[in-house]
């Protein structure tokens, strides 16, 4: 479906903030519709077609957000979205994907994306899915929210970082978010589910899927005195995890 942006801007208002969006596209007709609706709820979006040149553009220029299709000729999109978090683990991505491709969406979560919008989509929920990563950036900006672990270690989920030992570990997007929500839900077992549903805004999480157990090994990685044993971050056998308190 090919994004109507007379309808976009009818349903939602326009955007406080004009924010600088990339759209890697290879269908033409999708990629300017597309840039058409960002355009009229008053964000300044681009369009580029294949995974090379968006790389050189994001190397050369600063964006805020980036709408990347998984099929792109040449480069794929997984493959520029890895090439992506190698150099930059706080820009928000949305990736587009059919909608049966559900093994595709788990790949693109695994490999760093924030959000996905099944095709076809309607320019209201491409919108709605877009406009929520803003706002997520903003109330983090806003708080400013640190977590103090054990040893010492802090924790600064607005800039997404670990601080400790005289060491700087970067924390992705996906991985501030995981821990924001261990650490509001410490009070009870987090199932995987509540994690793909919250987090993910996944639209089936009941699919079987492991891309939450890898996060959480990640985030361990990054967090946990022993990242073999962990403490801080509890598995609840059977059940789910459990941040310590």
Not at 55 to 67: I, N
Not at 122 to 147: G, M, N
Request: charged residues 25%; neutral net charge; aromatic residues 4%.
């Amino acid at each position: 479906m090919i994004p109507n942006p007379d309808s976009t801007a009818r349903a939602a208002s326009t955007a406080k903030v004009s924010h600088r969006i990339l759209i890697v596209e290879d269908e033409e007709v999708l990629a300017f519709g597309v840039r058409d609706a960002l355009r009229h709820a008053g964000h300044e979006p681009q369009v580029c077609h294949n995974g090379k040149t968006a790389l050189e553009m994001l190397q050369r220029d600063s964006f805020d957000l980036v709408v990347l299709d998984l099929m792109l000729p040449g480069m794929s999109g997984l493959d520029l979205l890895r090439a992506l978090r190698q150099h930059n683990h706080k820009l928000r991505v949305v990736i587009l994907t059919a909608m049966s491709s559900e093994a595709d969406v788990v790949r693109g979560f695994e490999a760093g994306a924030d959000d996905y919008v099944p095709k076809p989509f309607s320019p209201r929920e491409l919108l709605a899915r877009v406009e929520a990563q803003f706002r997520r950036v903003e109330k983090e900006d806003s708080q400013s929210p640190q977590i103090q672990l054990p040893g010492g270690n802090l924790v600064d989920l607005a800039r997404l970082e670990v601080i400790g030992g005289g060491k700087v570990v970067p924390l992705t997007p996906r991985e501030g978010d995981i821990l924001d929500y261990l650490v509001r839900n410490r009070h009870r077992v987090v199932t995987r589910e509540d994690l793909l549903q919250d987090v993910w805004h996944y639209r089936n999480p009941n699919i079987e899927t492991r891309t939450v157990d890898i996060h959480i090994v990640g985030l361990r990685r990054k967090i946990e005195p022993d990242p073999a044993n962990p403490t801080l971050i509890q598995t609840v056998r059977g059940k789910g995890y459990r941040w310590f308190s």
